[in-house]
């Protein structure tokens, strides 16, 4: 059974347009998280949800706006996009109070052209 | 803040030999997490240790261990008679314990490409 999965795993778009990215956890964990990772291999968070509740924003633009429509699920949107906006994203989930490591998703390449 | 500095860039060896992968972090916390996570060329991070700030015992695990030392704030990580397999890139992470707005998110060192030749 898949732990944390994202869909979709490559998603190749124009400039300017608006995508989205799903991700969903099975583990019944109450906390999810968007990191991205750039051409450099850096990888750094962006959100973070808890119990569907934003707990944590890393200065990321506007044009991306995370979803939680239950603690199972978090999706990212992304507006208007833009060429550095190529990257790998990874959804994670992990339980508040707990010492456990995150559990990753396999990754979204998003390549914007 | 909290930050973790992988000093390798890229390490190459050729199979079989040893490999010592450093990590050296900083952080205002007493208490906190430290983590060694591989990407292989697939793509996806494998989680391999966590390791708690009040535990500064060295974990051996097959031909993986760490030697976690607080008072040089190092957790470096050696592959022991290293395998074509281990090629991947090795990420260090920091988390804090519990509580405040930044509780539970992994600040990742830049990561050290090894590539073990046969």
């Known amino acids: 059974d898949t732990a944390v999965s994202q869909t979709p795993k490559y998603l190749v778009t124009q400039m300017g347009n608006d995508k989205s990215i799903k991700c969903e956890q099975n583990?019944?964990?109450?906390?999810m998280y968007w990191y991205k990772q750039d051409s450099k291999k850096f990888l750094k968070i962006m959100f973070s949800y808890n119990n569907k509740e934003l707990i944590i924003n890393e200065t990321v633009p506007n044009r991306f706006s995370p979803k939680s429509p239950d603690k199972a699920h978090l999706n990212l949107h992304i507006n208007s996009l833009e060429l550095g906006d190529s990257a790998v994203y990874f959804c994670a989930s992990s339980q508040e109070g707990s010492s456990d490591e995150q559990f990753f998703g396999p990754g979204t390449r998003l390549t914007v052209l | 803040a909290q930050k973790v500095t992988q000093a390798q860039t890229e390490i190459s060896v050729v199979e079989k030999e040893d490999v010592t992968l450093d990590c050296v972090y900083e952080t205002r916390d007493t208490t906190y997490y430290l983590f060694w996570y591989k990407q292989p060329p697939s793509g996806e991070l494998v989680f391999l240790i966590r390791r708690n700030s009040f535990d500064e015992q060295n974990e051996i695990s097959g031909r993986y261990s760490w030697n976690f030392q607080k008072s040089t704030s190092s957790f470096n990580f050696t592959i022991t008679a290293s395998q074509v397999v281990d090629s991947a890139v090795y990420f260090c992470a920091l988390r804090r314990n519990a509580g405040g707005t930044s509780y539970g998110k992994l600040t990742f060192g830049q990561g050290t490409i090894l590539t073990v030749h046969p």
């Open positions: 583990l019944g964990h109450d906390t």
